[in-house]
């Protein structure tokens, strides 16, 4: 019997189907999930040069502080232009430090294969991001992707929409101003008697309310392009992201959820 091959994503070219449910032992030892990658695809730097040593330098310090409480770390190396390299790391709030370390040690040899000349580097992760540039500040608005987690279909497809919108906007209004050390919110929220709704918002921790609430506008907002009517999707930004599903992709022990039942 010919095996069926998953369908891909249109944009990317990589496969999407069915996704079982994760245990969360699972979630505590799969390895990192590649989401996507991008580069300059103009500005490179030669083998040997002050840049791609300075490039090295950042790469080594992101990892080595990859074990922050907070999971959030950004620095620089370099004196002067043209050979000065900014970066920071991010990973999801339910992660613990070596998890957190560990995704970006995958992301840093995975980012050097996909853009290995690239003086400008952001690759995500289901659980982390990392990111690079020659330019003066790393913007947090773009670049940024929406993207279906799933090719099925919900039912009640308006009373679905409604219930992920208000639940997004709620948490992002929530946590766009939280003063923790994790801009960090999920809500699980009964759509059927059978099936919930998983949502998460995140921003960076040093963002101010205003930014962190901008970009989560623009994540939000960005769902019904990509992800309209399917039962999983996320919005990928360089510092803040968002995710929903009809399943738990989070770590339930590690975060509570952020709006109880009956707050939305």
Request: charged share 20%; with cysteine; hydrophobic share 35%.
């Amino acid at each position: 019997m010919a095996t069926k091959k998953p369908k891909k994503d249109a944009r990317s070219g990589r496969k999407i189907g069915k996704v079982k449910l994760k245990t969360l032992a699972n979630l505590q030892h799969a390895a990192p999930t590649y989401a996507d990658h991008t580069g300059s695809n103009s500005s490179f730097f030669t083998p040997n040069s002050t840049y791609q040593a300075n490039l090295n330098l950042l790469l080594s310090a992101l990892y080595s502080n990859a074990t922050r409480p907070n999971g959030f770390y950004t620095t620089k190396a370099g004196q002067a232009p043209p050979d000065v390299v900014i970066g920071r790391l991010l990973c999801r709030a339910d992660l613990t430090p070596d998890l957190c370390q560990n995704c970006i040690s995958t992301a840093m040899t995975d980012i050097r294969n996909r853009c290995p000349p690239d003086k400008v580097g952001l690759i995500w992760y289901d659980e982390c991001a990392l990111q690079y540039s020659n330019e003066s500040y790393l913007n947090d608005q773009v670049p940024f992707e929406n993207l279906p987690t799933s090719t099925q279909n919900v039912l009640e497809l308006d009373r679905f929409n409604a219930l992920l919108s208000t639940t997004m906007k709620s948490l992002a209004t929530r946590f766009a101003n939280s003063q923790s050390d994790k801009k960090f919110g999920s809500a699980e929220v009964k759509f059927t008697g059978s099936q919930t709704l998983y949502c998460m918002v995140q921003c960076s921790p040093e963002m101010s309310a205003d930014l962190c609430m901008r970009c989560l506008e623009i994540a939000v907002g960005s769902l019904p392009q990509c992800c309209s009517g399917k039962q999983g999707g996320k919005v990928l930004l360089p510092s803040s992201n968002i995710r929903y599903e009809l399943y738990p992709f989070y770590n339930l022990t590690a975060v509570s959820p952020s709006l109880p039942p009956g707050t939305l």
